[in-house]
């Protein structure tokens, strides 16, 4: 069945039409407002962007294909990122993720059964001070120990069950 | 004024601690916006040679001259863009995205003065797409900046009047696009393919048109260089970099963080002055002074002061060598030494892992490498699976050489700078820390046996 966008998302498409001297400028912005709506970018999502803005399918698949935020499948409600480059390889960085590894029960790029988690390796996210560190959306979680990504799953974890109790 | 002189004066950071700084109210009451009034009042070309006269240089990482670059849009230029670099991924950097959390009206503020300066009628601010606390504030910023006519509102009192539009345009996980020309192709809705250079920006840039991409550091220095004025810009600073200089320290520091320090201060007073020295018990063994993309200091050299000129060229500082006494040959017989970079210092002890540390930096560039041109997509791949064999003892003999055979290889044959990204630092550790190269080397079981 071909997905279509829900009204608001359609006023944000069309705010975002008159940022730019042509349709597809937007595309960025676009796919942005597609995964938020559907969760990821599975190829129905794809024609409909392709429509909505007016260019080849094989143009914006080449798009989502190029930047690493744009899924293709299914992933988890939390995106876990993880940093692991040098400023945090110097302070354990990688400790942190093999820890994340271990917990969730699932390798970096995986997303758990219950569709938690997603575990993501990521390079540096500019929060170098306060190494190691991963974020999750809008939070960050800094100077991170094994103990301390303990509690911010847990907590995590917490507030999927509550969404999905909320929504059944 | 040396750089003693300048402690404790703050100009990007002024409104840091201070309760709900990103507010306009409080950027209003701390004086904010009144650099915008005083600029109206001046030609667009006054402004452009206030900024000239201030030695402000890039923020971003290249430093080049701010003012020289403004004046590159050709006069006859029909439509002009500015676009601010906020695309902050340069591994050791940690400064734009605090500068966007705690002062986003400054930005704002810089860039309708620059924007005015330029005959700007719509910028853009092009930030990570992974930075989606700091895209809140940012647009909630801009949403007041409407609010308050600052934005989206014709200024009469300005020479030829004046009406600025601004969009905040996320990206969406892409190191390249930090590079300007691949920046313009994602704004663009396309892949983030760097372009051949010429036409520069200035020229043909975002949609065609005329084209100013600046980073953020570098446009929050602009409101007070206007209110100031570009001669006390540029006292404070060395003779031919001006203000203050934003780092971000990190690694085995006791004190981390982001610092807005006079122009020229040297590492040592920075490690151990400011930073409070080292955090264990092991020694320094040297630092990466602006982010990975550059050639590593070892633990001699840090007297060096931290500005762009001293960088490339201080004599204290070994040149980088292809192989032991044959310098690296950046063309023409230059010489290169480091550069001052994107002010990302990451410091190292003793105990550090020097090989493991290159295979992360190398594994970062070919997982970045955009795939367009042949010696950086494949050498940047054979860069990281050859540091990481030796770095787990299952090096191969020839290949410390081989590793600086490749970055040859790379180094000046691509489009843009990501394969001298690679190739720089990869060649930098090689003859900084030859011994810990040639050492794993030693050990791997295919040498040993």
Redesign the interface.
């Known amino acids: 069945m071909a997905l279509e966008f829900s009204v608001q998302a359609k006023q944000q498409i069309d705010r975002l039409l008159t940022r730019y001297p042509n349709k597809q400028a937007a595309l960025l912005p676009v796919l942005h407002v597609a995964q938020d709506e559907f969760g990821h970018l599975p190829d129905e999502a794809l024609d409909l962007v392709a429509r909505t803005l007016e260019l080849p399918p094989s143009h914006v698949y080449g798009v989502i294909t190029f930047y690493t935020m744009f899924h293709r499948a299914r992933t988890g409600t939390n995106h876990l990122m993880v940093c692991t480059n040098i400023s945090c390889q110097l302070k354990g960085g990688d400790a942190i993720l093999e820890h994340c590894e271990k917990k969730l029960n699932i390798k970096a790029g995986e997303t758990t059964a219950d569709g938690a988690f997603t575990l993501i390796e990521e390079e540096c996210l500019a929060a170098c001070a306060n190494a190691p560190m991963m974020i999750c959306g809008t939070d960050y979680f800094l100077d991170l120990t094994p103990a301390k990504v303990d509690v911010i799953l847990e907590d995590l974890r917490k507030k999927h069950a509550e969404r999905k109790r909320q929504k059944a | 004024m040396g750089w003693e002189d300048a402690k404790g004066i703050k100009i990007v950071t002024k409104n840091f601690g201070v309760a709900n700084s990103h507010k306009l109210a409080v950027y209003q009451q701390r004086g904010g916006w009144n650099a915008f009034k005083k600029a109206l009042a001046l030609q667009p070309t006054a402004l452009v040679d206030e900024v000239k006269k201030s030695n402000l240089r890039g923020r971003g990482g290249a430093g080049f001259s701010t003012g020289m670059k403004w004046s590159f849009v050709p006069k006859e230029a029909k439509r002009v863009y500015l676009v601010c670099n906020a695309d ?7 400064k ?2 605090e500068l966007l959390a705690f002062d986003p009206h400054l930005l704002i503020e810089g860039m309708a003065i620059a924007s005015y300066a330029l005959r700007c009628k719509h910028a853009y601010i092009y930030i ?6 700091e895209a ?1 504030i940012v647009q909630a910023a801009i949403d007041e900046a409407y609010e308050a006519g600052f934005l989206g509102r014709e200024h009469s009192a300005a020479a030829g009047g004046f009406k600025l ?1 601004l ?1 905040l ?7 390249i696009c930090g590079e300007e020309t691949a920046l313009l192709n ?7 393919w760097p372009r051949l250079k010429p036409p520069f920006p200035a020229v043909r840039g975002l ?1 065609q048109e005329s084209t100013i991409v600046n980073n953020v550091e570098t446009l929050m220095n602009v409101p007070d260089i206007v209110e100031k004025g570009g001669d006390w810009f540029a006292k404070m600073g060395t003779p031919k970099s001006g203000g203050t200089r934003i780092v ?5 520091v006791k004190k ?3 610092y807005e320090l006079p122009m020229g201060i040297p590492f040592k007073n920075l490690i151990y002055d400011v930073c409070g020295g080292m955090s264990g018990t092991a020694k320094l063994k040297g630092l ?1 002074p602006g982010g ?1 993309s550059m050639p590593p200091l070892d633990a001699s050299e840090i007297d060096v002061p931290i500005e762009f000129d001293a960088l490339m060229t201080d004599p204290r500082i070994k040149d980088v060598e292809v192989k032991p006494g044959v310098p690296f040959d950046m063309g023409g017989g230059r010489k290169l030494k480091t550069m001052a970079g994107s002010g ?1 210092i ?1 410091v ?1 002890d003793e105990s ?1 892992d020097v090989v ?2 290159t295979a ?2 190398m594994k ?1 560039y070919a ?2 490498s ?1 795939g367009q041109c042949t010696p950086c997509r494949e050498g940047t791949g054979w860069l990281a699976r050859i540091c990481k064999r030796l770095a787990i003892g299952e090096g191969r003999p020839g290949d410390v050489d081989l590793l600086a055979n490749i970055s040859v290889g790379i180094a000046g044959n691509t489009i843009c700078p990501l394969g001298e990204a690679a190739a720089w630092p990869m060649l930098g550790f090689l003859t900084k820390f030859r011994a810990d190269f040639e050492a794993k080397l030693k050990a791997s079981k295919a040498v040993a046996a």
Do not use: N, Q, W
Not at chain 2, 169 to 175: F, I, N, T, V
């Open positions: 902050e991924s340069e591994p050791g950097t940690c734009d995205r990570r797409g992974e930075m989606m606390r809140k539009d969009t345009h996320r990206g969406a996980g892409a190191y994602s704004l663009e809705g396309k892949r983030g949609f971000c320290v990190s690694g085995h981390p963080g982001v990466i990975s990302g990451v190292f550090t493991a540390l992360r930096i970062f997982h970045e955009c």
